[in-house]
Nanobody, 123 residues
């Protein structure tokens, strides 16, 4: 019905950069929010950044000044450019979307998650 597919994870050294992409597909009527969360081993999933379809952005304090989120609404895609990576950024990064699905006689708003992509930052 709705799929979020992430790409761009990998292994980098401290100070390096990665760019993650997430494309949403399915019977999507509208996308309210897309963004990124991350979860390190033994820790809770936490916000990285979100962006609304109109461009309003929210960053976690821990990534402000280092990460940049952007969107392509025409492609239902969200990106995060991650610069100045630190070992503490090591986590599985999950794409998130709050969107409205289109059905024959109704529309429903829901939260959707990608499968995650591993980001590992070595010291």
């Amino acid at each position: 019905q709705v799929q979020l597919v992430e790409s761009g994870g990998g292994l980098v050294q401290a100070g390096g950069s990665l760019r993650l992409s997430c494309a949403a597909s399915g019977r999507i009527f509208s996308i309210n929010v897309m963004g990124w969360y991350r979860q390190a081993p033994g820790k809770e999933r936490e916000l990285v950044a979100t962006i609304t379809s109109s461009g309003t952005i929210n960053y976690a304090d821990s990534v402000k000044g280092r990460f940049t989120i952007s969107r392509d609404n025409g492609k239902s895609t969200v990106y995060v450019q991650m610069d100045g990576l630190k070992p503490e950024d090591t986590a599985v990064y999950y794409c998130y979307a709050n969107l409205e699905i289109a059905q024959e006689f109704r529309k429903m708003i829901g939260n959707y998650w990608g499968q995650g992509t591993q980001v590992t930052v070595s010291s």
